[in-house]
């Protein structure tokens, strides 16, 4: 990551409050592009209690990494950029069975995603370790935290962004072949989890949902 200011230095220009105190060391730096975010955006930042996240973070986290990498981790997700976010996020725990990572792009793929995965021992990404720190995580999905957003970085956090990265890191992690449900080519497939897959060498068989009106039908018929 590219590191250039304290967030001493940050802290006491936009007075951001609630930040935990081993961030304010002289030698814990933040991100460029997170300096940039916060400059930007410094009025929002100022109701974020960072102390309060991180350490919430790091109880989530613990197990699959320590504690200084979880402080990094949840520094990034702030970063406004994927490869940013992934670098530190691939870190967490993503692993699924041999032939067991699913894939969706769409609300109804998701569920078809999710009970196709415990009706075969696979996993969805928010079934992972990893993916439930973020999918379960109050203050991620609050929006009066102003982390909740997608696709709207000027309203907080994008989330967009981290589960792209997330997305990425968990199509890393996949094994043998992949299983794709997908209403339409969602965005962060053909961006993040594809090139991915592809660059892996993992096949991966795409189910067109969009017309599936019998989710537990469907799913009997084509694991029969």
């Known amino acids: 990551m590219n590191f250039d200011t304290t967030i001493r230095k940050i802290s006491d220009d936009f007075s951001l ?3 935990p105190k081993i961030w304010l060391s002289d030698n814990v730096k933040l991100p460029k592009k997170l300096v940039a975010y916060i400059r930007r955006n410094s009025g929002k930042f100022k ?3 960072f102390a309060k996240g991180i350490e919430e973070f790091k109880e989530r986290t613990a197990g699959q990494v320590a504690g200084k990498v979880a402080e990094e981790i949840y520094v990034s997700l702030y970063s406004e950029d994927v490869n940013t976010v992934y670098k530190q996020v691939k870190k967490l725990d993503f692993t699924t ?3 067991g ?3 969706y792009s769409g609300e109804r793929a998701k569920k078809i ?3 196709y995965a415990l ?3 696979s996993k969805a990404i928010e079934q992972t370790k990893g993916g439930m720190v973020f999918e379960t995580w109050d203050w991620f999905n609050n929006a009066s935290h102003k982390v909740k ?3 709207k970085p000027d309203l907080g956090n994008d989330q967009s962004i981290v589960w792209a990265a ?3 890191a968990y199509a890393g992690k996949a094994k043998g072949s992949a299983t794709v449900f997908q209403e339409k080519v969602g965005e962060i497939f053909k961006k993040c989890e594809k090139p991915m897959l592809d660059k892996k060498g993992i096949e991966y068989k795409i189910y067109d949902v969009k017309e599936v009106t019998n989710i537990k039908q469907f799913i009997a018929e084509i694991i029969n």
């Open 166 to 168: 997330l997305s990425k």
């Open 113 to 115: 995603a999710w009970l």
């Open 119 to 121: 009706k075969t021992g």
């Open 17 to 19: 409050p609630n930040l």
């Open 149 to 151: 957003s997608w696709g």
């Open 97 to 99: 069975l041999e032939d």
């Open 101 to 103: 990572a699913v894939f």
């Open 47 to 49: 109701d974020i209690n």
